[in-house]
T-cell receptor, first 114, second 118 residues
Framework: GQQVMQIPQYQHVQEGEDFTTYCNSS?????IQWYKQRPGGHPVFLIQ?????EVKKQKRLTFQFGEAKKNSSLHITATQTTDVGTYFC??????????????FGKGTKLSVIP | GAGVSQSPRYKVAKRGQDVALRCDPI?????LFWYQQALGQGPEFLTY??????LDKSGLPSDRFFAERPEGSVSTLKIQRTQQEDSAVYLC????WGGGTLFRETQYFGPGTRLLVL
């Protein structure tokens, strides 16, 4: 079945430094979504990328979808303590069992040192 | 409602006990999903409903897991004869339309039920 790998698993940065997490799928994806989960919280939708090579920005966050629609990245510029949490990518592809499932990566846990 | 709600928020069960976890999706949302999130892992798909129809249950780990959504709104995930490996956070998510056939739908997650099986 579809697998989504995400690296790194953990990242500790000094406040103000940049941060990047990478996501790679074993299969071509219909789209990729990014979620943020704060400690003790639930995943919150950030963005969805659909087109090959797509780049989207949300303030200090930049999201990219690879040309082959199998990989993606999230880059945060000048991290702040409010960026702390776990960032998940989730690839959407047909499950073969009746739905377009979201397959989540294991996430990258970001710690920001003030 | 304002968001997806789940109850209970925490559940401690003895091994072998049956549990029932409830999800109230956002009012009017057609699609409902259940995920299992083990500690330090990403959510893993369990099952999907479109209204009252369970269209995909390919992620349910065993026949001890059963989900229903009889009236197309509230859903219940039932785990029979719980085992220690069932300990996890169970997340429910809903989306407005057909998460199963119309992708690109944003899924809104509930706070989850943290299940601990002793």
């Amino acid at each position: 079945g579809q697998q989504v790998m995400q690296i790194p698993q953990y990242q500790h940065v000094q406040e103000g430094e940049d941060f990047t997490t990478y996501c790679n799928s074993s299969t071509t994806l219909s789209n990729i979504q990014w979620y943020k989960q704060r400690p003790g919280g639930h995943p919150v939708f950030l963005i969805q990328l659909v087109k090959s090579g797509e780049v989207k920005k949300q303030k200090r966050l930049t999201f990219q979808f690879g040309e082959a629609k199998k990989n993606s990245s999230l880059h945060i510029t000048a991290t702040q303590t409010t960026d702390v949490g776990t960032y998940f990518c989730a690839g959407q592809g047909y499950s073969g069992a009746g739905s377009y499932q979201l397959t989540f990566g294991k996430g990258t846990k970001l710690s920001v040192i003030p | 409602g304002a968001g997806v709600s789940q109850s209970p928020r925490y559940k401690v069960a003895k091994r072998g006990q049956d549990v029932a976890l409830r999800c109230d999706p956002i009012s009017g949302h057609v699609s409902l999903f259940w995920y299992q999130q083990a500690l330090g892992q990403g959510p893993e798909f369990l099952t999907y409903f479109q209204n009252e129809a369970q269209l995909d249950k390919s992620g349910l780990p065993s026949d001890r897991f059963f989900a229903e959504r009889p009236e197309g709104s509230v859903s219940t995930l039932k785990i029979q004869r719980t085992q220690q490996e069932d300990s996890a956070v169970y997340l429910c998510a809903s989306s407005l339309w057909g998460g199963g056939t119309l992708f690109r739908e944003t899924q809104y997650f509930g706070p989850g039920t943290r299940l601990l099986v002793l």
